[in-house]
């Protein structure tokens, strides 16, 4: 069935330090790849997106990158902060034809002062 | 104006007892989603509405569930003769939609439900 598998689980990092999270997915048919930031007792919120026709996109500190051949696509967070720390989620839908969101299983970030 | 907005917040249920839980979307959002969440896992897709009807079901986990939107704004999930492993935060989320790429889905804060 559909899948979307994350790593890492948990990722550590010193202020101003680069994060990168890594994630594949099983439906080829997929073509909308949102990632979304969840803080405690709080709904995810979507920081970035990218539709399959786009190879990167970047949003000042936040860019993501989608190889649709190998069904991989990667989040990367340059000059991290304290603030930043909080789980990712990356998902996958197909639009059109079905709106089931498949989502990964998270990555705790945790940027260190 | 305001954002998803869920109710209750917190439930604590018997096992047993059925359960009401509330999703007030985006005013003039077309479509609605329903996810559970488990503890230190992703969302998963329960069921999904455009407007008042309910497109996609098959994220529901058993026939204890079911979800409605009578009229295509604030949805309604209930789960009937709750069991230990409904325990969740349940989540709705709201996009502009309806057809066409997937548009951004906007998430309440959920309702944490716990069956004692």
């Known amino acids: 069935g559909e899948n979307v598998e994350q790593h890492p689980s948990t990722l550590s990092v010193q202020e101003g330090d680069s994060a990168v999270i890594k994630c594949t997915y099983s439906?080829?048919?997929?073509?909308?790849f949102p990632w979304y930031k969840q803080e405690l007792g709080k709904g995810p919120q979507l920081i970035i997106d990218?539709?399959?026709?786009?190879g990167e996109k970047k949003d000042q500190r936040i860019a993501v990158t989608l190889n649709k051949t190998a069904k991989h696509f990667s989040l990367h967070i340059t000059e991290t902060q304290p603030e930043d720390s909080a789980v990712y989620f990356c998902?996958?839908?197909?639009?059109?034809?079905?709106?089931?969101?498949?989502f990964g299983a998270g990555t705790r970030l945790f940027v260190k002062a | 104006g305001a954002g998803v907005s869920q109710s209750p917040r917190y439930k604590v249920a018997k096992r047993g007892q059925d359960v009401a839980l509330r999703c007030d979307p985006i005013?003039?959002?077309?479509?609605l989603f329903w996810y559970q969440q488990a503890l230190g896992q992703g969302p998963e897709f329960l069921t999904y509405?455009?407007?008042?009807?309910?497109?996609?079901k098959s994220g529901l986990p058993s026939d204890r569930f079911f979800a409605e939107r009578p009229e295509g704004s604030v949805s309604t999930l209930k789960i009937q003769r709750t069991q230990q492993e409904d325990s969740a935060v349940y989540l709705c989320?709201?996009?502009?939609?309806?057809?066409?790429?997937?548009?951004?889905?906007?998430f309440g804060p959920g309702t944490r439900l716990t069956v004692t």
């Open positions: 989320a709201s996009s502009v939609g309806p057809v066409g790429p997937a548009y951004e889905q906007y």
């Open positions: 439906d080829s048919a997929s073509n909308y």
């Open positions: 990218i539709r399959s026709n786009v």
């Open positions: 998902a996958a839908s197909k639009g059109t034809g079905g709106f089931k969101t498949i």
């Open positions: 005013s003039g959002h077309v479509s």
């Open positions: 509405f455009q407007n008042e009807a309910q497109l996609d």
